[in-house]
């Protein structure tokens, strides 16, 4: 009878299921305790093999060394396992990521670690004999190999008269600085990413990447000011030659950003970059000045009052245009793409000699210098992987195509670089009622490539 009555009784039926839902919790949670134990360290191991390859690429021939020491350094077991692979890493969206490392047994660009070691378990100790699972993670440093180099033209000599001219000209306001002044401007060097992260301060601009500040609107005095900010911690003459360029371009044309002076490369998706001896881009305070204005001059062109002061010269004048670089191309890039082509802009330049002999008669040369766009390319870069000092950077240069004219030029068709400009025969000599009117044109400059060898490339260690 007891016995049937204990089969047929309902009371405490809620106890029974609850202590034997309580295994199945504490197995669930003890599982959830191991699973995210495991992953704790494996994210570690992963952190650890990020760093081990950092340390590793910074000198592949001490590759294991450095990263033991990394592995060390954050204290992991001595059972765990390092090794190291060396080989070619290539960042192609095509291949499938685990394909873009393959190992060689000499040379590369890239260093693979691999780490092994064994995560502690704490309720899987009841399945498991050794209470431990093991885990592996890896990571890859690869060399990247950047180059920056510009293309352009730049005086070989400047005086201060016909400096100052060619500024005026190029600002619409007058500018008088004096020789010094000039050559402060030329020694100044200043680091691009300096430059950008002054210009991002005048602009007022938050957490905007380097390519987001250069696509601001930004104008020729907000642009110099900047390089004025930089250039004011090594050379206090060329600040004030750069403020003094500032206040003289109030009147010049919108710069529409300055993305088309300025091309980072990988670095502009960046709002800031680690500055060292490798990440560097140099360029003269004087260069990108006169990028700077070139672009924001617009349609207007410069003219120079020359000669004055010359014996036998009555006169010399001077205009020079110059037109907008082809395809929007910068006058800087930094890259690693030899499909990448940067160009000049086209110019003209014009040139009134006259020189009087009194009543005895005059000699006038017009001369008419049209230069097309010249361009370059990068063919090779050798950033001496492996601790060599054996650094160079190869640049295919094509110059561009120029002719030199003799004869009668309309000055205000100059700028109008759609068109081409035909001489006139133009009155050369005139001696008392005899009058000598002539015209000429030769082609100067080559079409074939020229190939030039630079040193010191850019490079820099990357997961």
Known sequence: MRVRAFFHAEAGGVSVLTGMSFVLLMGFAGFAIDLGSVYLESRRLQGSADLAALAAMQNPAQAEALAAATVAANRWPQGTQLRILRGT????????????????????????????????LFF????????????????????????????????LSLQGGVANQVLSGLTGSSVNLSVMDYNSLLRANV????????????????AASYDETLDANASAPVALEALADVVAETDERA????????????????????????????????DHATHSADTGIQVGAMDLATAILQVANGSRQVQLDLGAGVPGLASTKVWLAIGERPNNSPW???????????????????VETNAGAGSLGNVRVPVLIELASGQARLED?????????????????????????????????????????????????????????????????????????LIAPKSSAAL
Do not use: H, K
């Open 191 to 206: 680091n691009v990413l300096d430059y950008v992260d002054a210009l991002r301060t005048r602009l007022d601009l938050e």
């Open 239 to 270: 600040e004030r030659a750069l403020r003094a360029m500032a206040r003289a371009s109030e009147r010049s044309g919108p710069l529409r950003g300055l993305s088309n002076v300025l091309d980072l490369g990988p670095y502009g998706a960046q």
């Open 381 to 453: 870069i050798n950033c001496g992987w492996g601790g060599s000092n054996n650094r160079s950077v190869s640049l295919g240069v094509s110059p561009g195509i120029g002719s030199l004219m003799l004869g009668e030029v309309d000055t205000a068709r100059l700028n109008n670089f759609r068109s081409n400009i035909s001489p006139a025969p133009a009155q050369l000599v005139r001696v008392g009622l005899a009058r000598v009117e002539g015209e000429a044109r030769v082609d100067v400059g080559v079409s074939n490539g020229v190939r030039c060898g």
């Open 124 to 155: 899987g100790r009841l399945f498991i004999p050794d209470g431990r699972m093991t885990i592996r993670r890896e990571a890859t440093a690869a060399e990247t190999q950047l180059a920056s180099f510009q293309i352009g033209t730049r005086l």
């Open 89 to 120: 890493y290539a960042p192609d969206r095509s291949v499938r990521p685990a394909e873009r490392f393959r190992p060689l047994p000499a040379g590369g660009n890239a260093v693979r670690v691999e780490l092994t070691t064994n995560a502690p």
């Open 332 to 350: 800087l890039t930094v890259t690693n793409d030899d499909e990448i082509v940067i160009r000049t802009a086209q110019t003209r330049l014009y």
